[in-house]
């Protein structure tokens, strides 16, 4: 291929995946107790130990790149071919005019270069599907432009529903108000978190109790869904395997044709959702908000 397809470790991009199609990846920091890692897609710090240290009273919090890392990590692709270089939503993070601070100054330097960047409007699993698919026609010799321009126009149609466990992690980010957590814990209330048509997260409903949080976004999943086979579907959870099967159970018996997989959810959401998170992402129809 005369270009590179790369993209950033807050798709949650399963390592097997990434191995498998050989994807190069930008880390991205988080912090946990004040200590830096580098998001690797759970190669460095696993994520069972990263949750359990959550449930220890740990704090997690994520951080971005700034200009430099980015020219690090784009200036040796650049050298060699064009990049085509896919990135998590601009809404979620100003992280974005960072790199395109490091394209502009890359191709001052290397002007004969062609160097795209992708908004996804997405994070996640939601990003994974996306990134999927667009490397199948990167593998399959589709130029830079067709491949970004179908992201583009298709990013709206990746979805995800997530519902979290404990709402202080919700609270601590600034994403609730105490007073809400509070009534929200008392009342067993579980928020229904949507990436809207903005790319951004935002709580789509709310339901009473786990199970039936599990079961509301099962069913919003099945009606959200096309095409079966048009794309893998994605159950997400931050360390509640248990329940990610039984949550995969369930939508096998309503999507027997679907691919779907269990992996977990990385650091990045997991710092402002916390353990015990779980989510479908899945291709489908437009977002709905």
């Known amino acids: ?24 990846v930008v880390y991205m920091p988080y912090a946990l107790n004040g200590k830096e890692y580098f998001d690797d897609l759970g190669q460095s710090l696993d994520h ?22 980015y020219l690090d990590y784009f200036e040796p692709i650049l050298k060699e071919k064009d990049l085509l270089f896919v990135a998590f939503s601009s809404k979620m993070s100003n992280t974005i005019n960072e790199v395109y601070a490091a394209r502009e100054q890359l191709l001052k330097k290397y002007p004969e ?27 399959a010799g589709k130029p830079m432009d067709e491949v970004a ?26 994403r609730l108000s105490a007073v809400a957590a509070t009534m929200g814990t008392m009342l067993d209330l579980k928020p229904i978190i949507i990436c809207g048509k903005d790319g951004k997260l935002f709580s789509y409903d709310k339901v009473r109790g786990r199970k039936k949080a599990i079961a509301y976004i099962v069913e919003k999943s099945v009606e959200g869904i096309v095409d079966q086979k048009e794309s893998i579907g994605f159950v997400l959870h931050a360390d509640a395997p248990e329940e990610a099967a039984r949550m995969k159970e369930m939508l096998q018996e309503k999507l027997p044709e679907m691919e779907i997989r269990v992996d977990p959810i990385g650091p990045v959401i997991g710092a402002h959702c916390g353990p015990g998170t779980l989510a479908f992402c899945f291709m489908g129809k437009e977002r709905p908000v």
Do not use: C
Not at 53 to 64: H, K, L, P, Y
């Open 48 to 69: 069972k130990s990263y949750y359990d240290a959550m449930r220890g009273g740990a704090v997690a919090v994520t951080s971005a790149l700034n200009k430099q890392a």
């Open 149 to 174: 321009d179908w992201i583009e126009q298709n990013r709206t149609r990746a979805n995800a529903y997530f519902t979290v466990d404990d709402l202080k992690y919700l609270r601590r980010g600034g």
């Open 113 to 139: 270069r062609k160097f795209r960047v992708v908004d996804t409007l997405s994070i996640s699993g939601i990003m994974t599907l996306l990134i999927l698919k667009a490397h199948e026609m990167y593998r």
């Open 1 to 24: 291929m005369d270009y590179v397809f790369m993209t950033d470790s807050d798709s949650d991009l399963p390592y097997d995946l990434k191995v498998k199609y050989d994807i190069p």
